[in-house]
């Protein structure tokens, strides 16, 4: 499954990585890359907990990135 994840820099250069189809799913890294691995766990351990508590996975977001003329 695919996942939309929004990584952003925080006030004190803290990455912030969360994935919106799963409320609560947030982490954060010193580095994007480490937002990103840590993410990618948090979202296995999400999945993980979901399925041993028989609850439904959520669909994954699809989304369409649109080119504008400005």
């Known amino acids: ?4 994840v929004i990584i952003e820099q925080d006030e004190d250069g803290v990455f912030i ?3 919106p189809n799963l409320p609560g799913c947030i982490t954060q890294g ?4 480490e937002a990103l691995e840590n993410i990618k766990d948090a ?4 999945i ?3 399925k041993k508590h028989n609850e ?11 080119e504008v003329a400005l």
């Not at 979202?43 to 999400?46: A, E, K, L, R, S």
């Open 1 to 4: 499954m695919k996942f939309r």
């Open 17 to 19: 990585a969360q994935c």
């Open 30 to 33: 010193i580095t994007r890359k």
């Open 43 to 46: 979202i296995d351990g999400y």
């Open 48 to 50: 993980f907990s979901l």
């Open 56 to 66: 439904p996975i959520p669909a994954p977001i699809t989304e369409e990135i649109l």
